[in-house]
């Protein structure tokens, strides 16, 4: 093994001079545990990660450091537990803010993290190396041939081959997806009685296009289900989850999203097209799960990258020629990021993502809820893109796709997903017939690849490209 190779590594994905001699030896040692040999770190960053990752900025590369400390982190979760360190888990779809204020009220006594989301993100955005994860788990019961979600055989196979702890808790939710709580009991039942479940859930029982926000009683539901919850975390970690800590939480999530919103909004209204779709969509992953490292360092390499954005918009430089399309996309699929490379080789820029970006409309509206801290998150959940009813959400699509006015749009990469899959679809008609604006949709899966190869989807991506050229070019013919 060559040190070398893992701190140039480092270096790379610009961790500071002076913590790079004890950074290293813990990215060796991660890297053991994650799977990732030598060649795999020398691939991904002399290849997979430049070909990618918009790396000529120094805020991607900030961004992929801040992504590899917090995997390093994670490593340490199992020593974390030894020593006394409670141990609190989540997936996705979740709300944030409860569990950045666990890790508030409770500091280091605390570790809170997705694991299953974040070994994903990790292996396959940066390493393309999550594969093993999944095989493992389709060997010990999640059967391949059902289209079961990356990151519950994520989670299944980090539990089995000892790549994290059992938690103390892990606070687990039925708000849409209904597989994940039912991995969680898999789990319970087939590798560890000790893999002790909250589980958080909420009816779809709303009426075609109600504002699930402007209803009383369903916010009062949600907030009790939360402060249910979070009384039972409390008892589990033994130390209180104060009001105070769940407000803190909410306003960093908020000052977060408003700069990520600031870039979406500051990139889309530039020509030529500033950056690529991968890292605005990565951009938002603190928005879905929490960092046990805090966001300092991701917001720290957010604030860089606005910074750089700006001056190559100032100066006319982008990713693409002036003029050229952009699509947007439902959620760009950054764990499979060659296909926003695909798009970019065809002359087509991956723009916004609808679950990143807020319009003025959507900001104009104000919240009803000031000091209950419960019914204020239950009340920005529910107004959420992936809160809210149904019929609702496609209205705050046209809304985006009316503010941002893309050439096109991309859905899909969701066909793993009961639930986002079969809504993205309809959504798909709904909004087009609405704005006008062409929509596509591609079977696909964010979070993996293995059923689908870059050469197998880029007839399909050059298709969509030719569209999108095609009604940029008659919109500016005025037709």
């Excluded at 961004?63 to 400390?69: D, K, L, Q, S």
Aim: contains cysteine.
């Amino acid at each position: 093994m060559n040190k070398n190779t893992y701190r140039e590594f480092l270096e790379f994905v610009a961790f500071e001079p002076e913590e790079l001699e004890t950074a290293t030896e813990e990215w060796i040692k991660a890297s053991q545990i994650l799977g990732l040999a030598e060649e795999d770190i020398r691939y991904a960053m002399e290849e997979y990660i430049p070909d990618n990752w918009d790396v000529k900025f120094l805020g991607v590369r900030k961004i992929v450091g801040a992504v590899i400390r917090e995997a390093i982190d994670l490593t340490k979760a199992k020593d974390y537990k030894k020593d006394g360190v409670k141990v609190v888990y989540g997936i996705l779809p979740a709300i944030l803010s409860n569990y950045m204020a666990i890790k508030v009220s409770g500091g280091d006594r605390v570790y809170v993290g997705f694991p299953d989301i974040f070994l994903a993100k990790v292996l396959n955005a940066f390493f393309h190396k999550l594969d093993p994860f999944l095989e493992n788990a389709e060997q010990n019961g999640m059967s391949y041939g059902c289209r079961h979600c990356a990151l519950n055989k994520t989670r299944i196979t980090a539990k089995m081959q000892d790549v994290i702890p059992s938690p103390d808790i892990i606070w687990t939710w039925g708000l849409n997806c209904d597989e994940g709580p039912k991995t969680d009991e898999f789990i319970n039942c087939y590798f560890d009685d000790d893999w002790n479940v909250e589980i958080t859930r909420i009816p779809h029982d709303t009426y075609w296009g109600d504002c699930d926000s402007d209803n009383e009683e369903r916010i009062d539901y949600l907030a009790d289900q939360l402060n249910h919850s979070v009384r039972v975390v409390e008892e589990t970690v033994g130390f209180k989850v104060t009001p105070e800590s769940l407000k803190a939480a909410s306003t960093a999530t908020r000052q977060y999203a408003m700069k990520i919103a600031q870039l979406n909004s500051m990139c889309m209204k530039a020509d030529p097209f500033p950056i690529g779709g991968n890292v605005l969509s990565i951009l938002g992953s603190p928005l879905s799960m929490p960092y046990n490292t805090g966001l300092k360092h991701m917001e720290g390499a957010v604030d860089i990258l606005i910074k750089e954005v700006k001056a190559d918009i100032k100066n006319g430089v982008g990713i693409l020629e002036k003029g050229a399309p952009r699509v947007g996309v439902y959620f760009t699929p950054y764990c499979v990021p060659w296909v926003d490379t695909i798009f970019r080789e065809n002359g087509v820029a991956l723009g916004f993502s609808l679950i990143s970006v807020v319009t003025k409309k959507a900001m104009m509206k104000p919240m009803k809820y000031k000091d209950d801290p419960y019914r204020i998150v239950a009340e920005q959940w529910l107004r959420s893109a992936a809160g809210g009813n149904m019929g609702y959400e496609f209205e705050t699509w046209v809304d985006k796709v009316e503010t941002f006015k893309p050439d096109a749009m991309l859905m899909g990469f969701f066909d793993f997903d009961r639930w986002l899959g079969a809504h993205q679809k309809m959504g798909t008609m709904y909004v087009e017939e609405k704005t006008g604006v062409p929509h596509f949709y591609m079977e696909a899966d964010f979070w993996e690849d293995r059923d689908y190869s870059a050469e197998g989807l880029r007839t399909r991506i050059e298709s969509i490209c030719q569209v999108a050229k095609m009604n940029k070019k008659m919109k500016e013919m005025g037709k």
